[in-house]
């Protein structure tokens, strides 16, 4: 029996629950070296680490006992970093102790303080819940810690990186000197060591996952885009995969606000989830994606820690990451348990690099593809609906029914009504901005009008950056708040990019450049007095007239260093 060594009642709840094997984090932890040790373990998201921990305090819960009696104090703490994650623990322990009689009590922000002091008062053997609320009831005397065995730290990283370091050693100094210090994080940075080294003894390292290999179930996508069309990217993304259960990520609450109102305006069946919704509208939201009322989470980074979905087969990262542990724990809500997950970044075309910075450092490799078109999506519908569409068995009215419309009309009149039937259910895709013709209005002798007179600008990308029209003109647009008609010429080089505006609207053109520049801009713009080389042939040759002013040209632009105060300048909105 693979937990032949564990006690019979927890080898029954696993039982019971279809754990015919241990994952590779419990097999780790069930191990002999382990018994009675402090554990510094790292795991992938989804790998089992819940079930894991429980089974590594299952020795000093019960004590050799089958049977646990009235709990006068609490016997083990586990601390996590948001409610979710913390109720989602205590159901998992729950039934894994239920035969041997535990009780597990919760204590976590935004739910009933008194509540849970009865639930204390009442006896509990295990207590789940968040720094803030635990400190809480420990200063309020409803917490007793005097008996504590077992300490569990889950993901600790997290924690951290959320602030909640002094509520976090408060607890850990006012536990017994003697008790046991399980640490589970996904990442080892320098204050998870410090933790470690402070608080546990000689504490038995365990990874489970090599380095290089976390999230092997993943399949990375990126997809680079015009700022404008990120939305409708983020549209067609759901509908190409029409996955079970997807999470879309923001980096602001009011974007969450604004992207979940639009997909459900489109048809699709949405939720939000951030900081600024009470308690019982996260659960609200949690329950409808868990049994199935909505199928798309539109979330923030800290609204979305700790989350456990079932069925979450699509992670798309509609804003970056700020980080690459942003991007893993964002990543890591698909692909979890052994289960395949598609993760999609959207990337604003002048942030690629920035978004290419992010995957290196998280040591994944993406593929870069195009986003997709409405006729992609169309064409995968198609397939969906054959696959779908299956004859089985059917009840004698359906078919009474069947014959009828046959006699009425032809089988493939009725096919063709059955097919748009399902599609009036499915949101529309979009087209994308920057896939179609150009249509600026060319002249049939080559010329535009409205461009004998232009003043050229630079750009800091070529070629070699896989510049390419279609998403350039966007990005000039965006960036000095004119239409594509009131673009010239534009002339890709190796390094850079040169293009035409008119001279009526350069001023302004250079202004609105400098305004909405940004640190964050992997893309820089700004003036040339020489113009572009000739093209052979003897295209592309600069206007007549003189070079103009340098009036037009914003400040040097130096990569890395904050760009000088300007006249009239205001904070970049971030793409």
Known sequence: MPFSSLPATIGEALAERGYAAPTDVQAAIISQETEGRDLLVSAQTGSGKTVAFGLAMASDVLNGQERLPYAVEPLALIVAPTRELAMQVQRELSWLYAKAGGRVASCVGGMNIRQEQRALQSGAHIVVGTPGRLRDHIERGSLA????????????????????????????????????????????????????????RDALRIQTVASGQAHADIDYRAIAVPPSAIENAVVNVLRFYEADGAMVFCATRENVRRLAASLTERGFSAVALSGELSQNERNHALQALRDRRARVCVATDVAARGIDLPNL????????????????????????????????????????????????????????????????????????????IVPGEVADEDLAIGRTLLERHSAEEIAAALVRAHRRELPEPEELLGSGPDDRGQRPDGKRDGFEDVVWFRMSIGRNDRADAR?????????????????????????????????????????????????????????????PPPMRGGGGRRPNGPPPEKRYAPKPYHRGKKPGPKAGSGPGRRG
């Not at 080892?188 to 933790?195: K, N, S, T, V």
């Not at 992609?376 to 198609?382: E, N, V």
């Open 145 to 200: 810690t005097g008996s504590i065995k077992v300490v569990v730290l889950d993901e600790a990283d997290e924690m951290l990186d959320m602030g909640f370091r002094e509520e976090i050693e408060e607890i850990l100094d006012v536990t017994p000197p003697e008790r046991r210090t399980l640490l589970f994080s996904a990442t080892l940075p320098r204050p998870i060591a410090h933790l470690a080294k402070t608080y546990q």
């Open 471 to 531: 998403w350039i003109l966007p990005l000039i647009c965006r960036r000095g708040h004119i239409t594509k008609n009131e673009v010239g010429a534009i002339r890709i080089g190796d390094r850079e990019t040169m293009f035409q505006i008119p001279r009526a609207m350069a001023d302004r053109f250079a202004q609105a450049v400098r305004k909405t520049a940004t640190e964050d801009d992997d893309v820089r713009i700004e003036h040339s007095a020489e113009g």
């Open 313 to 388: 087969g699509l992670v798309v990262h509609a804003e970056l990451p700020i980080d690459a542990e942003t991007l893993q724990h964002r990543s890591g809500r698909t692909g979890r348990a052994g289960r395949k997950g598609t993760c999609i970044m959207v990337v604003p075309y002048q942030r690629r690099r920035r978004a290419e910075g992010l995957l290196r450092a998280a040591n994944v490799k993406a593929q870069w593809v195009d986003a997709p078109s409405a006729e992609d999506i169309r064409a995968r519908d198609q397939e969906r609906l054959l696959e779908t």
